[in-house]
């Protein structure tokens, strides 16, 4: 039998959960359901993330979407409080803080100036400026830093949560089963297909299913430029503690470090295969951070590992950014997926967006358009440069 329903999400993760929030929150009266194979949400990408939140973009159109979603993560406890019971998410605008060297110092005040266009209050400071933030940090290789005391860090997993239960107190209809494929007839979607072979018919079909968006394309012929990445994360712990509680910290290696409660998580994009891979190793710390960390704040020389975890990122091969909006070969389907370790950060102003595009046919509050699909065959990359 052949159900029906109005819009088909395929991913029920942060992504989903908020296109389906903000197209409910914004008017629209048929059903929504979606699709999400992980029931725990043991492999999602948001929960096993850094939960880092900034406006210290390269790109003109990922500073607009950080500068909306920071303001909507600001009062998001109280805007998705369900039955008076707040959604809190534990944001702490402790800050965001790249550390420069003489080689990478003039690409930091070019970043700045164009942040400060869009009016994110962002500074560049000197070496010395830097210790009045972290008193630890051993600055003598350093040249200084780019700093906004407005970014920070939150507990994703909340985050999702949060979307999730408000998206069903609106009517959103969550089904967890895993789908196949995308179902069409010509240029048209028609529907989905599950993979325990029930079929659901909808005129509209959104794929946020992250790092296996690409997989669910192929099976349509409509291959997209992103691949799944593992990302590991460490939780460790430290005999000496620091003065002050950290902003989320990149070192020049790319090397990142916060703090999470009472201990310390750390970071790193190491080079690996495409594929879906959720083993995290202890040797990673040894050999890709620990180094750097006793390097950078002498504190962490000692360091005691709490545990560790690996999540994935969806990374687009060609420009890093998120691949947003309709397809043009398939009238009907829309993509929200590739957003290369920011999705959860992106979430409001992509829901937003999405919503706005479906309901009135073009985007309004922020334009999403450099985004598109067509950006590949047209060679209108976005190139992000700041990637952690």
Not at 172 to 189: A, C, H, L, M, P
Not at 223 to 242: A, G, H, N, T, Y
Not at 248 to 255: K, S
Not at 376 to 388: P, R, S, Y
């Amino acid at each position: 039998m052949v159900k029906k329903t109005d819009i088909i999400i395929v991913g029920g993760g942060v992504i989903g959960s908020s296109i389906a929030f903000n197209l409910l929150n914004d008017g629209f009266e048929g059903e929504i359901t979606l699709f999400e194979k992980d029931k725990m949400y043991e492999f999602a990408s948001t929960p096993r993330s850094a939960g880092g939140i900034r406006q210290l973009f390269t790109t003109a159109i990922n500073i607009q979407i950080s500068r909306y979603s920071l303001k909507k993560y600001v009062t998001f406890a109280e805007d998705m409080a369900v039955d008076s019971e707040k959604a809190e998410i534990d944001f702490k605008q402790n800050g965001y803080l790249f550390l420069s060297t003489n080689e990478n110092r003039n690409p930091l005040i070019k970043q700045q100036q164009l942040q400060a266009r869009y009016g994110v209050p962002s500074e560049l400071l000197s070496s010395e400026e830097l210790k009045t933030i972290i008193p630890e940090l051993h600055i003598d290789d350093l040249q200084g830093g780019l700093y906004c005391k407005e970014d920070g860090y939150l507990d994703p997993y909340s985050v999702m949560q949060g979307y999730i239960r408000k998206t069903r107190q609106l009517g959103g209809v969550y089904e967890y089963v895993e789908v196949e494929t995308i179902i069409k007839e010509r240029n048209r979607v028609v529907g989905v297909q599950l993979k325990n072979n029930e079929i659901y018919h909808a005129p509209i079909v959104i794929n946020c299913a992250g790092p296996w968006a690409p997989a669910l394309n192929e099976t349509i012929g409509l291959p997209i430029p992103v691949v799944p990445l593992k990302r590991q994360i460490i939780q460790f712990d430290i005999s000496e503690p620091l003065t002050n509680e950290l902003p989320l910290t990149i070192d020049p290696t790319g090397v990142y470090f916060r703090h999470e409660g009472k201990f310390l998580i750390a970071g790193y994009s190491e080079k690996v295969k495409p594929g879906i891979d959720f083993k995290w190793s202890r040797d990673f710390f040894y050999e890709h951070l620990w180094a750097v960390l006793s390097h950078r704040v002498p504190n962490f020389e000692n360091a005691k590992i709490i545990r560790g975890w690996a999540g994935m990122y969806s990374h687009n091969t060609l420009d890093q950014n998120a691949i947003i909006g309709g397809h043009p070969e398939l009238q009907g389907y829309y993509l929200a997926c590739g957003f290369s370790g920011h999705g959860m950060q992106q979430a409001p102003a992509v829901g937003k967006g999405l919503s706005e595009l479906i309901l009135t046919g073009a985007y309004e509050t922020l334009d999403l358009t450099p985004l598109c699909f067509e950006r590949f065959a047209n060679n209108k990359l976005i190139v992000e440069e700041a990637i952690v």
